[in-house]
Structures are given as C-alpha cells and as structure tokens.
C-alpha cells in the first residue's frame, strides 16, 4: 500500500505565504506525475497545479503567478508554495499522485489521493 501524508496547511493572513508538503510512502517504485487539488466548502474539487517527474509544471489560472509547485523525486515528496494568499484561496488542499507499485521486475499504476489539509486566509 501507498500512503500520501499532506502537512503545512494553517490560517494565514491574507497577503501571507504558506507551504505545503506532501510526502508518498510505501512500496513505491517510482512516481510519475503528481499534483495538487483543492476543494472550498460546497464546491467541486479543482485542480492546483500538476508536476511530471521530469518537473514540467502546469497551473490552475487562479494560482498562476503566485503558487510554484515543485519535487523531490528521491524523497516522494511534492511541494506547494503558496505566496500573495487570498480569502479565495480557502480550501482543503489535496496531494494526488500517480504511483508505480511493485519493481523494476513488475508494476502496477495506481492513482493515490492524501487526507488533505486546511488552509484558512484571513481578510
């Protein structure tokens, strides 16, 4: 099994920074891309921003220009830097990633999703 485990989600004021980490554990052989989602009360789940392994980037147009996503493909870990915060930016944020069970001998692909972690701006 695969475990994704969010941390660095808090209540900042608005204009603040914050950044969040998602580390990947478990019998992982490699990851592929990862991303982060997030959802505000009664919404949908949106996409944040995404990363291949080789570190392409793409992001949600609400972000670009203030969130910089990046990784560390030894450690399993995806990070979320998120700068000039918004009330708007309110929401439960989510890692995603796509994981490579097994070895080099024989894999699976099976998507993964992390329990989340709230990020609260203050006006």
């Known amino acids: 099994q695969v475990q994704l485990v969010e941390s660095g989600g808090g209540e900042v004021q608005a204009g603040g920074s914050l950044r969040l980490s998602c580390a990947a554990s478990?019998?992982?052989?490699?990851?592929?891309?990862m991303a982060w989602y997030r959802q505000a009360p009664g919404k949908q789940r949106d996409l944040v921003a995404t990363?291949?392994?080789?570190?392409?980037?793409n992001y949600g147009d609400s972000v670009k220009g203030r969130f910089t996503i990046s990784r560390d493909n030894d450690k399993n870990i995806v990070y979320l830097q998120m700068n000039s915060l918004k009330p708007e930016d309110i929401a439960v944020y989510y890692c995603?990633?796509?994981?490579?069970?097994?070895?080099?001998?024989?894999?699976?692909?099976?998507?993964?999703w992390g329990q989340g972690t709230q990020v609260t701006v203050s006006s």
């Open positions: 995603n990633a796509d994981v490579l069970i097994g070895s080099s001998a024989w894999y699976r692909s099976t998507n993964y």
């Open positions: 478990g019998r992982i052989f490699k990851i592929n891309n």
């Open positions: 990363i291949t392994r080789d570190g392409t980037t």
